[in-house]
């Protein structure tokens, strides 16, 4: 395993203090987390890592191996491991059709103004619709509900509908290039079924169809489950702001009574930020023995009310840390609840709650966890109630903590968040020129988007930031969204005071614009919003996405989504750097296809580099060459 010794002591799992300070404690506590469970898991097997394990059938599993070149059927590993790939990829797939639909769902049911929700965007209501051919002469209420119904019926749409996202979002020279390939997606649900259907026992064992399915479906979810998603979202909750907050474990407040949003999906927790401000609810916190309610954020939900901090989510109080975490903040024994809303809620966080006092309540009718029985389902029509049943199972669970038990690290760092497309063209005045400028001179030699997940494989957080520090050391910018984000907001890379950290070019452009080295675009979902920012970058030069001095990196990717978005940044034409490596390498042709022959279809392929110097270095040397390609 790729773990710290810099320091005398044992070797660290964590690239954070606060975290390994917390791992020692549950080892000393006896309580097993990810770490542990990690090493009694090696050595791995060689054969899932490489994707080479069919459990389709009943004749199976089978591997391939050099005893046996194709599985009992007479599956080739090329059509096991394409296979595989696309049932991870329509696993993210659905995920996300599932965050989408709640939100169109609750878009609806405010527009009819049976929710505590308002339209948080109303301009970009505005603009949305009127891009998807509302009629503008409505009222806001009357477009929001319009688009709700236009985003579902979007979602089931047949696979040979085309998506109006596709058309209304995509630049013109991606759709040429989807067009001609074959891959243009119809909608996510249709999407889902063809490429359940097909990658079951035998329907299609056609490797190069399979990757082209994959795509396909990767697409329709860039389109609705990441541009889409975001879309909604902003317009129900409103755009990221500029705004200053916290992140780390050191933020937890041992007097408070402690709710922690953890998951994907924002709706609850925003009702439970607002629930926890009722002059009602905070006496009983104080009769309780608390001084108040404070509401942290952990992975993705949290990132999202990070970002609306400055409006919808003001009352917030700063950032954990990424899914990793979730263990080591219950075992501070100060957090009382813990909302799990959507994806990367480990049973794990079970195992360490029951040696607490903490209390863990599903948020969402598709989450469940093994011996957690309280439930209070999202429903976007009862959610006041809801969130302030929530803060009083909080309360009641504050009174059963153990003061004995408590122990919270000193560590926590500033945060300058919420950046997106509409809060950089304000900053900038109002215009990407002075962005465009600084790119084109050189200050800026090019963006690089860390994102998504943490990993375990790599040492938590080490390859993110590794990569991270050589981009912005060679004067590249950086932008994040997932738990790559929560990484870098602890070891300080998005407080606008570390620009010591960047190239000097880069560093003048920071400190002019009194930005951060890293700049935090939200959870993962908000991959759309970077694809966002990149389509508006290559319109105003001109340029397709793919010509751009761009690069993406997900060096520590973990699960089924993130294997959509990686297909997705492919097929928008991005160099794609992914860690670890995935595993595709049992099939030279899926290899082949992936790290080479697709660049020649879709303008950009997957970087595997498992060192993460290298890595960087590799993705700078494209960057510079697609600044030579545009003469700048
Ligand atoms: Fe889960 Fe989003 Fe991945 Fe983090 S980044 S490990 S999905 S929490 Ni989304």
Redesign the pocket.
């Known amino acids: 395993m790729n773990i710290c010794h810099t320091c005398a002591s044992s070797p660290c799992y964590s690239a954070h203090k606060s975290t390994n300070e917390m791992y020692e404690r549950t080892r000393n506590l006896g309580i097993t987390t990810v770490f542990d469970r990690w090493e009694a898991q090696q050595p791995q097997c060689g054969f899932g890592l490489q994707g080479l394990c069919c459990q389709l059938c009943s004749h199976g599993p089978c591997r391939i191996s050099p005893h046996s070149d194709t599985g009992i059927c007479g599956a080739t590993a090329d059509t096991i491991v394409a296979r595989n790939l696309v049932r991870l990829a329509v696993h993210g797939a659905a995920a996300y059709a599932h965050h989408l639909e709640e939100l169109a769902k609750t878009l609806k049911a405010t527009a009819q103004g049976q929710t505590p929700f308002r339209i948080g965007d109303p301009r970009k209501l505005r603009e949305v619709a009127s891009l998807i051919g509302l009629d503008s002469s409505k009222s806001n209420e009357q477009l929001a509900e319009a688009l709700s119904s236009a985003i579902l019926s979007e979602l089931r749409k047949g696979s040979d509908e085309r998506l109006l996202l596709v058309d209304v979002f995509a630049p013109a020279s991606r759709k040429k290039a989807w067009e001609a390939l074959g891959v243009m997606p119809g909608g996510v649900l249709s999407e889902i079924r063809d490429a359940l259907t097909k990658s079951m026992t035998n329907i299609n064992t056609d490797p190069t169809d399979l990757l082209l399915t994959a795509i396909r479906l990767s697409l329709a979810t860039g389109y609705m489950g990441l541009v889409g998603t975001i879309t909604v979202q902003d317009i129900l909750l409103g755009s990221p702001a500029l705004v200053e907050s916290e992140a780390d474990l050191g933020i937890i407040d041992p007097e408070t009574v402690n709710i922690v949003a953890h ?2 999906v924002p709706l609850m927790a925003s009702a439970v930020i607002w629930a926890s401000q009722k002059p009602e609810l905070l006496a009983l916190a104080r009769e309780a023995g608390a001084s108040g309610i404070k509401v942290y954020g952990s ?2 939900t949290g ?1 999202e009310l990070m970002q609306r901090s400055a409006s919808s989510a003001s009352g917030f109080a700063g950032q954990l840390g ?3 975490m979730q263990e080591y903040y219950v075992a501070t024994g100060a957090v009382d609840l813990v909302m799990m809303d959507m ?2 809620s480990i049973p794990g966080l079970k195992l360490a709650a029951d040696q607490f006092h903490t209390r863990l309540v599903s948020v969402d009718r598709i989450v469940r966890m093994d011996g957690v029985k309280d439930h209070v389902d999202y429903d976007p029509e009862k959610v006041a109630d809801q969130a302030v049943q929530l803060v009083r199972m909080a309360i009641d669970a504050f009174k059963h903590r153990v003061p004995e038990n408590v122990y919270v690290p000193s560590h926590r760092a500033r945060v300058v968040a919420g950046f997106g497309i509409e809060s950089i063209l304000k900053a900038l005045g109002g215009s990407l020129d002075p962005l465009l400028d600084a790119i084109k001179t050189g200050s800026v030699r090019g963006i690089a988007a860390v ?5 375990n494989r790599n040492g938590h957080d080490f390859k993110s930031l590794t990569i991270m520090r050589e981009f912005l050391k060679n004067n590249v910018l950086v932008i994040s969204a ?3 984000s929560s990484g870098a907001q602890i070891e300080s890379l998005m407080d606008p005071a570390s620009t010591d950290v960047c190239g000097e070019k880069l560093g003048d452009v920071c400190k002019a614009l009194g930005i951060p080295p890293v700049l935090n675009f939200g ?3 908000d991959i759309g919003r970077i694809g966002a920012a990149v389509t508006a970058i290559a319109d105003s030069l001109g340029v397709d996405p793919s010509q751009l001095p761009v690069a993406a990196s997900a060096p520590e ?3 089924q ?2 294997v959509a978005d990686g297909i997705f940044a492919v097929s928008f034409g991005l160099l794609t750097h992914i860690g670890p490596v995935p595993p595709v390498t049992g099939s030279e042709l899926v290899t082949k296809v992936l790290t080479e022959d697709i660049e020649n279809l879709l303008g950009g392929k997957v970087l595997v580099e498992e060192d993460p110097v290298k890595a960087a270095s590799i993705m700078i040397a494209h960057i510079d060459a697609k600044r030579s390609a545009l003469g700048i």
Do not use: R
């Not at 994102?451 to 990993?455: D, E, L």
């Open positions: 998951g994907h992975m993705c990132q990424n899914w990793m994806n990367c994102v998504g997940c943490t990993n997932g738990c790559t959870s993962c979902v990717y973990l699960e989504k993130a």
